[in-house]
């Protein structure tokens, strides 16, 4: 059973950096593609980037693009999102995601219910 455990959220000015990290316990994640996620007060939760489990392809949504970072570290058993340039609309709780078997076609990996294992989720606040 994969624990994730996210951390490196906080409160920030609008134009600042954040990193989030994504620590996995139990089975490594090598093999295992991984995504981070949003939840924005009273909005549905959203997809902002996947990494496949080698780190050779990397997927963002629109909003994020150019501004946000995806990576991993698999020796260490870590997924990263480095956030830069933030925007008080990022504001939201952060979480990561792995999935066990999830084929990166089409858009399935922007898919929150085809991830497996999820983190409990780290706050981030940008203020103007």
């Known amino acids: 059973q994969v624990q994730l455990v996210e951390s490196g959220g906080g409160s920030v000015q609008a134009g600042g950096s954040l990193r989030l990290s994504c620590a996995a316990s139990g089975p490594t994640i090598s093999t295992y593609p991984m995504a981070w996620f949003r939840q924005a007060p009273g909005k549905e939760q959203s997809f902002v980037a996947a990494?496949?489990?080698?780190?050779?392809?990397?997927y963002y949504a629109d909003s994020v693009k150019g501004r946000f970072t995806i990576s991993r570290d698999n020796a260490k058993n870590t997924l990263y999102l480095q956030m830069n340039s933030l925007k008080p609309e990022d504001t939201a709780v952060y979480y990561c995601?792995?999935?066990?078997?999830?084929?990166?076609?089409?858009?399935?990996?922007?898919?929150?219910?085809?991830?497996?294992?999820w983190g409990q989720g780290t706050q981030v606040t940008v203020s103007s």
């Open positions: 990494i496949t489990s080698n780190g050779g392809r990397l």
């Open positions: 995601a792995a999935a066990q078997n999830l084929p990166f076609i089409g858009n399935l990996y922007s898919r929150p219910q085809l991830y497996d294992y």
